[in-house]
Each structure stands twice: as C-alpha cells, then as structure tokens.
C-alpha cells in the first residue's frame, strides 16, 4: 500500500477533527430532523429575510414593501415588480369595504376603484395595529371625491367619512384628494366609515394608511404636518367654488428645518383666501371704579363701561411676535395668536369703517412669523342662522403658500 504525502496526511487530520455542518437550505421540503441534526426551514429562501423597506410598483403608481414572494402571498399582498436586485417583490397591500388593514402602507379603496360609486351605501374598514409601538396613523387621501357639504351651513348631512379613534370621531366630506390627516391609534382599532346616503352623486376614494411609532409621529394636536422647507397649505375640501367644513378646530403644522428661524405666508392667488364675512362687532360691558375727587368721604364711583371690539367668527390663527396681539385663549391663558378672516389675508381691521372693508388680497400680501413651533391655527365654527347672511362664495377657503426663512446672524 502506498504512503500518503506528508501534505495530504495533515489535510486528512484536520478534517477529521473539524465538526460536520450542513447545509442550512435543504434542496427538498420535509426534510426530518434529530437532536443531532442543525434544524432547517420548511421552505428554500434564498430571500429569507424580508427587506422591510419600501418600493416603488412596476407601474410606478403605488408603493409596497419589499419581501419575499411566500411572505407577501401569506400576508395577502399582490405582486408588482421586483425588488432587492431581483432578489424580492415588490409587495402591495390593499381593502376595501368590510376589510381589515393589518399591514403597513395599506390602500384602502372604494369597491371597484377606479370606477365610480353612484349609490347609498355604508363602507367601514378597521384599522390594527401591526406592532406594539405604533402610536400613529398618516392617512393619505390620495383620491377623494365624495358628496359635498350643505352650501349654506358647512354640514356634511349627506355624504361623510367617519374616523374614529378611541372617543374622537373626525368628520370630512367633499374633494380632498391631495390632503392628509393624523390619528392617534391605541389599543383599540381605528375605524374608517364611509356613510354615503345620497344616490345622484359620484364617489370615489383611494387612501393610503401608514404606521408610524413615537419616533415619527407628528406633534401632540396636530391634524396635519407639513415637511419641508416650503409648499402649499389649503383648508380641507378647498375649491374655487367649494365650501368649508363648519365645526372644524385643527392645527396645521410645519416642521422647522435645520438653520430656520421664520416662515412666510403668501396666498396661492388674489381670491384664494376666504373664511367667511368680515369681522363683527361685540360689545363687551366690564365694571370700573373712580375715587371722587372732592375727598367728601363717599368712595369710589361704580360705572359701567362698554367696549366694542371686532372678532372673526370663521377664522385663521397665525401666531405672531408681538406682545400687543396677546389677547386671552379658550383656556384663559395668553397666547399670541393673530386673527384673519374675511377675504384677505393681510387686512386687520380696527374701526368699524375697516370691519366692514371688503377689499381683495394684494399682490404683496404676506404675514411673517418667528413664533414657535411652526403652526397655522384652523378654526371654524359651527353651523348656525347666521350662515345665511354671508355668500357661499365668501366661504371657499384657504390656500397658502409658505416658505421658511433662514436664521439671521
């Protein structure tokens, strides 16, 4: 017998010595197992793990996850396009009425989008969480076209999505495609209901629903939050000849962006701003007291005085900079908050002469502000006789441009 070389002799040892291990991804389902042997999945994965980043569809007009092809056919995702290199699919989540969202960016959609909707019905779809530190949804209203609000008073009594969250119900109705908003989501599930009660009216709708942990939610009390350095802010259902939503209170609000100190608002065009008619007369009566100036003795003289001052019913709150705009909150707190209403951004009436002006918004109107955070104040009130005595076409809304400034040495 021959005599193996030195060489292939320590080969031979240390291979002997060294552990077996196999191969983790068996070519064949089944396969069995002992406490000997190393545990193997089930399924081959040359994509084990999910990316869990997002993509863009093959038709470049939703996005998904980034998964493998067993992961997004379990979840009840639909495939479109690869991703990962080719290495995974690009995973899209959709439901429609009666469905849960159980994913993250989720589409919800009316029955058969993008066809129209022109009958009563009732949609709802629960929304849970997918993790336990999700504490935020973004709601992208991507297409939204539902019946509008009464035109008169700003109610929507015909067509209405309700979400809910816990004891909060938000309220919309009309054209919002374009617009987002933010709900707090709990332990309990978020409710999306679309009541829809008239028949001559078309609908549509395409939301886009995304989980968001602490880290990326937007500011406690604000309905919308606004990234950038600048762009365009509207009221909900903003249109030409549309109307506001009655009973609205919110807060639009922009992030600061790093060597930022100010923001500037500008409207989109001369007649793009109009929250309802121009600011009203009220009487405030208050108690004052005069010493008498004789020294008879007989005190100070109790004299009733009234003040007339001119508020907004509908309107926008900037918050300003200067100490003589400080006038007292809901909650009697002094907060700087400067009122605008009519159809002009700039004008701040004082008189009676002013309060009844009724001119157009300059092409150089612009309000600036420093305070802190960044944020635009909606409040609207609710429906009452009133309503009659202004134009509709006095209540179309808001759209603002705005663009932050860079911090002055």
């Known amino acids: 017998m021959s005599q193996l070389s030195p060489a292939v002799s320590l080969v031979t040892l240390l291979l002997a010595a060294a552990p077996t291990y196999q191969w983790p991804y068996p070519f064949w389902s089944g396969a069995s197992s002992s406490k000997q042997d190393t545990v193997v999945p089930r399924v081959l994965g040359f994509f084990p793990e999910p990316v869990a980043e997002e993509c863009l569809s093959s038709d470049k007009r939703r996005r998904g996850i980034c998964m493998n092809t067993y992961d997004c056919r379990i979840q009840r995702g639909s495939f479109h396009g690869p991703c990962a290199l080719g290495f995974g699919i690009c995973c899209v989540f959709t439901t429609s009425c009666g469905g849960e969202v159980q994913n993250n960016s989720t589409y919800v959609t009316s029955p058969g989008f993008p066809d129209l909707i022109d009958q009563a019905m009732n949609c709802s779809v629960l929304v849970k969480k997918i993790e336990s530190q999700v504490s935020q949804l973004r709601i992208d209203f991507l297409h939204f076209n539902i019946g509008q609000p009464n035109r008169k008073t700003g109610v929507c009594d015909n067509d209405v999505l309700l979400v809910r969250s816990g004891e909060k119900t938000f309220q919309l109705c009309g054209w919002n495609s374009g617009q987002h908003i933010y709900v707090d989501i709990g332990e309990e599930p978020v409710t999306i209901n679309f009541r829809l009660l008239g028949n001559l009216t078309s609908r549509m709708w395409e939301l886009r629903v995304i989980q968001l942990g602490f880290e990326q ?17 509207k009221t909900l259902n903003y249109l030409t000849n549309g109307r506001y939503l009655a009973n609205h209170d919110y807060l639009i609000c922009i992030r600061q962006e790093y060597g930022m100190c100010s923001v500037v608002y500008t409207p989109c065009s001369e007649d793009s701003f109009r929250i309802g008619g121009p600011r009203q007369p009220i009487n405030n009566t208050f108690i004052s007291a005069e010493e008498d100036e004789d020294g008879s003795g007989t005190g100070a003289e109790i004299n009733a005085v009234t003040a007339t001052t001119w508020r907004c019913r509908d309107r926008v709150l900037i918050p300003c900079d200067f100490e003589e705009f400080i ?10 908050d400067l009122e605008h209403c009519g159809n002009s951004l700039c004008e701040r009436p004082t008189t009676e002469a002013a309060g009844n002006a009724t001119t157009s918004a300059s092409a150089g109107c612009r309000v600036e502000s420093s305070a802190l955070p960044f944020h635009i104040r909606i409040a609207f009130g609710p429906a009452t006789s009133e309503d009659s005595a202004t134009s509709p076409e006095d209540k179309a809304g808001m759209c603002l441009s705005y663009e932050q400034l860079a911090c002055v040495p």
């Open 217 to 233: 939610r937007a500011p406690a009390g604000c309905l919308q939050y606004l990234q950038s350095a600048n762009g365009t802010l």
């Open 327 to 336: 006038t007292p909150g809901n909650d009697g707190a002094g907060i700087c």
